[in-house]
C-alpha cells in the first residue's frame, strides 16, 4: 500500500482546522440565555386554583388579553399626623414653707419654788398659764425640783364653764397641748392638756355670778 505523501497530510491538515474554525464560529454567534430567563424557566409552575382566574389561584385581576396581572403588593403606609392638641404639662405646685416647730411649754433654768395668795406667785408661768378673763385670784404656787416644775392656780371667774375651757384649749394649744375628757365632780367639767409627758388639768365648777375654777400643771423641762 503507498504511503501517503507530504503534500497529503498537509492538505488534510488544512481542511481539519477549516472545520474546527466554522464550528467555532457557529458557536459565537448562538444566543446566550441570561439568568433570569434560565430562572424563570427553572422555577416550578403552580397550579391554578379552580376558582381563579389566574394561574397559582392569585386574587390579582388580570388586565387585557397579552398584559400582565396587576401586582397585588399593598403600597407602603405613609407616616400618619394627628391634629389632637395634648394637654400642657401641670405647672410644679409651689413649694410649702418650712413649718416652725411648736415652743416647749418649760425650758431650763427653772424659777425656785415660790407661793401667793390673791396673785401670781414670783416665778409663775403666765405665759403657759395664764388666769382666764374676769378672773379673781384665790391662790398661786409652784414647785421646781430636779428639771421639773408643778404649778397651781384657783381663781374664780365671770364668765361661763364653756368659756373657760375655750380659753385654755386655744392657750395651750400654742404648745401643742390638746385636750381629752377627764373624770370630775358632780356639776364640774374637767379636761386634761397633754405634750410628751408634760399635763395640765383644768376643773370648772359653776359658781354665783359665773365659775371657780382649778389648774394643775406638771411639766419636764427642756434643756
Known sequence: MKRP??????????SAAAVIAAGAFALSQAPVPTPASVAGSAAPSTPS????????????????????????????????FTTE?????????????????????????????????GKLA???PAGVLPQAPGSTIATSAIASQSGHLQVTLTAASTQQVVDIVAFYRAE???????????PALSGSTSAVFKRDGNSVTLTVSPAKGGTTYALYGAFTAAG
Do not use: C, E
Not at 507530504?6 to 492538505?11: A, C, M
Not at 404639662?89 to 425656785?112: E, G, Q
Open 85 to 117: 392638641v395634648l394637654p400642657a404639662a401641670p405647672a410644679t405646685a409651689p413649694a410649702l414653707p418650712a413649718s416652725n416647730p411648736l415652743p416647749y411649754p418649760v425650758k431650763a433654768p427653772l424659777p425656785p419654788s415660790a407661793s401667793a395668795v
Open 172 to 182: 395651750l394649744a400654742k404648745y401643742g397641748m390638746y385636750d381629752s375628757a377627764s
Open 122 to 124: 414670783a416665778g409663775y
Open 5 to 14: 505523501s507530504q503534500r497529503t497530510w498537509i492538505i488534510l491538515g488544512l
Open 49 to 80: 386554583s379552580p376558582h381563579s382566574g389566574t394561574p397559582g389561584g392569585g386574587s390579582g385581576s388580570t388586565g387585557p388579553k397579552g398584559s400582565p396581572a396587576a401586582p397585588t403588593t399593598p403600597p407602603v403606609a405613609s407616616k400618619r
